[in-house]
T-cell receptor, first 114, second 115 residues
Framework: QQQVKQSPQSLIVQKGGISIINCAYE??????FPWYQQFPGKGPALLIA?????SEKKEGRFTISFNKSAKQFSLHIMDSQPGDSATYFC?????????????FGTGTQLKVEL | DADVTQTPRNRITKTGKRIMLECSQT?????MYWYRQDPGLGLRLIYY???????NKGEISDGYSVSRQAQAKFSLSLESAIPNQTALYFC??????????????FGPGTRLTVL
């Protein structure tokens, strides 16, 4: 059972466009929502994160929007650049049995074309 | 120098063989994790350890075992490798007291192929 659902699986955006990746969760015990970015041949690395008491968090061109009532959150990449081409994982932290752990979505492969 | 290292980086093995993947970290974190990554399935937790004396199964532990030899070392073993264990394996560490909360630091990965 996928506790964090992510879409789309892949995304192609033109340079300068907006990339949008969506995630949804069921477990109300989740209380922190990070996004990880993974370049080919590398391990994932934290990109940006949000607490559920905040509806939006912006860091540069990257923005997380969070809708607690709908149990949904999304990553927006403004002015997308070829260097943003990577795989993006949403995630959630919370007690899921056996302690607080990170649960990842299935990932979105983003390609930004010139 | 890399904070989280994994050896080997690539491994090809045959069905039935026992193999070990090793992870070392210099970040001083108590928490360590093993994940596998498969296309379309994301990152799935195999085992995790919150300190040297603590080992816990993740969502896909069948066919795997781990050993936490020291705070800095966490090894993953496949007792009898099978082809559907072909995947990219990542080790990660975290500090639960850090900010952003429990940020995980990943190694470069081990690409394992079981023939």
């Amino acid at each position: 059972q996928q506790q964090v659902k992510q879409s789309p699986q892949s995304l192609i955006v033109q340079k300068g466009g907006i990339s949008i990746i969506n995630c949804a969760y069921e477990n109300t015990a989740f209380d922190y929502f990070p996004w990880y970015q993974q370049f080919p041949g590398k391990g994932p690395a934290l990109l940006i994160a949000i607490r559920p008491d905040v509806s939006e968090k912006k860091e540069g061109r990257f923005t997380i929007s969070f809708n607690k009532s709908a149990k949904q959150f999304s990553l927006h990449i403004m002015d997308s650049q070829p260097g943003d081409s990577a795989t993006y994982f949403c995630a959630a932290i919370g007690y899921t049995g056996g302690g607080n752990k990170l649960t990842f979505g299935t990932g979105t492969q983003l390609k930004v074309e010139l | 120098d890399a904070d989280v290292t994994q050896t080997p980086r690539n491994r090809i093995t045959k069905t039935g063989k026992r193999i070990m993947l090793e992870c070392s970290q210099t970040k001083g974190h108590d928490r360590m994790y093993w994940y596998r990554q498969d296309p379309g399935l994301g990152l799935r937790l195999i085992y995790y350890s919150f300190d040297v004396k603590d080992i816990n199964k993740g969502e896909i532990s069948d066919g795997y075992s781990v050993s936490r030899q020291a705070q800095a070392k966490f090894s993953l073993s496949l007792e009898s490798a099978i082809p559907n264990q072909t995947a990219l394996y990542f080790c990660a560490t975290s500090d639960p007291t850090g900010y952003p909360r429990d940020e995980q630091f990943f190694g470069p990965g081990t690409r394992l192929t079981v023939l």
